[in-house]
């Protein structure tokens, strides 16, 4: 910088001819370019301008010489007339590197501690460089053989230029650089910080330093040590001070082992947390108390057991509930797939047995998922049947075995068969259309012969999504009356079987990611949509979560408590409010894939 210092003024005066000619206006004689200002001399009076006075600084041409306009302000201007082409453009060049030289200065020092291999240079580092570049726009504008009279300057400012014209170049050259450097700077360091020296990948791990920086790690690959010896790194760089550096762990043990350790290796006071214990520390002291914990959120098993009394609740009290849970276990108990969506029939006996495909009355195992809507539909109206009861005649053949109907409608002697076609007789995959057609025809024929009432139904009614709506119709022409049971009845067949539990642990899994991802009924319904898996069984779960997270917030709101994710949720709203200022500048966390979205949003 002595350089900049010295440089001499630099002078311009109009042109002979141009005074010659009277084209000059009288306001002054010469102009002179000095450290921190520009000097106007006139025949009487001299005035000094600093350089951050000066708004713009432009040349235009005027009959055979240039003028130059200093804008001090939008009503101020200066212009300065007949001067030749050369000594216009020199002005201005000069004149803007000499305005500059400060952020000129600056911007070179930093380019060239990192060209010299003395520190990572990350991608945020480039991208707050090339703004500065970017301010330097009316300095870099100007061609490279008519910079300035300054070497020192010139030299500064072409080796910006060079930079801002590939940054990302200059990136992967000084990291390249420094990395081999920084390696044997800090040998001893790697080779004692832990019981064992760190690999190569692990130094490699500590000395990249981003903004953001994801480290993968095998099981047993020493992820733990790359975390203490990183803070001790960054603490001995003088990148950052100890108080500045967060270190969150998954669990407890975990981020009390990470404390432990970085006092032994590396004596530093370094604070190691959980993501729950960093929420409940920042609404602490926004708060000034500390909030109440639920007992729900203490172990899973009186979450679910909440939610399992929230669910009773609503079949038993709520009208407008008690069908959308009616609904669930009549229709929706599980992931509805027919055998024609399958290309294998072994493939669609294994979701069957894999699904549990039991109805809700007796716990009757069933051959496929419609037949179980169709038993569940019947148990919930009160119909009594019978599940594949022999038929009364004897019908068994050489060919046929004794004819067993699907259901039998004991108190009005009406058969059900349930058929697995489509509307154009097609039947599923593995299953020989022709001899399956031959079956439907004989069991036809077996009632019509035997003038007993047979009431069909086929797959392609649930496809279409009618099979309970044309079913029903047809019991009730058919006479059979219906007696929709209590939800007291309903809810004693579900416990009976443990039949609640699945949506039980569903609900409060659910629950979970759903607001720790703080996520609303309508942003998954757009996903859901999105991703094409937006169906009825999804729509009605959503509509039963969407009362059990209700009466759960009330819950937790009439108690006065909050649970795990409400430490994480009520956190990030402190701190986007500005009502928690952290001390930290550089935050670890450890096993970050099952970070949640709140969590992530939190750091």
Known sequence: SSDLDKHKAITFKPSWWARFFRKVQPTYKRITLQASNINIQSVSIQNTIPYDKVIEIRKDKQSYWYRVHLHLSPETTIVLGGLKSNDAQKLCSN??????TPAIEILYLWLQERENGNHWVSHY???CATAKTNILNEVLKHPNTNLTDNHTLNKMILSIKNFSSDPNGFRALSNEKFIPLELRRFKNYFDSVESEPLTISQRQAIITHEDNTLVIAGAGSGKTSVIVAK??????KGIYNEDEILLVAFNKSAADEITERIRKRIRANVRSTTFHALGLGIISEVDKKKPSLAKTAENDRSLKQKIQDILSDLLLEDKSAINLVTMYFQSYFAPYKSAFDFKELGDYYKYVKDNELISLDGGVKLRSFEEIEIANFLALNGIKYQYEKPYPIDTATRTHS???PDFYLIDSNIYIEHFGIKRDGSTAPGIDQQEYTDGINWKRNVHRGNDTILIETYS???????LLDKLKNNLVQHG??????????ILKKLMEDNRFNPLTELTATFLKHFKGGGHSIKTIREQAGLRGILNPRLDAFLMIFDRVLECYENFLSMDKVIDFNDMINNAVNYVELNKYQAPYK??????????????????
């Open 95 to 100: 004149f803007s590197a000499y305005k500059n």
């Open 125 to 127: 580092d480039i991208e």
């Open 231 to 236: 803070a001790g790194y960054l603490i001995e």
């Open 402 to 404: 004794q004819y067993e």
């Open 460 to 466: 392609y009614e649930k496809i279409e999504g009618d």
């Open 480 to 489: 059979v009356v219906f007696h929709p049971i209590s939800p007291q009845d």
């Open 586 to 603: 550089c935050i670890f966390v450890d096993e970050f894939q099952d970070t949640s979205i709140n969590r992530a949003k939190l750091i």
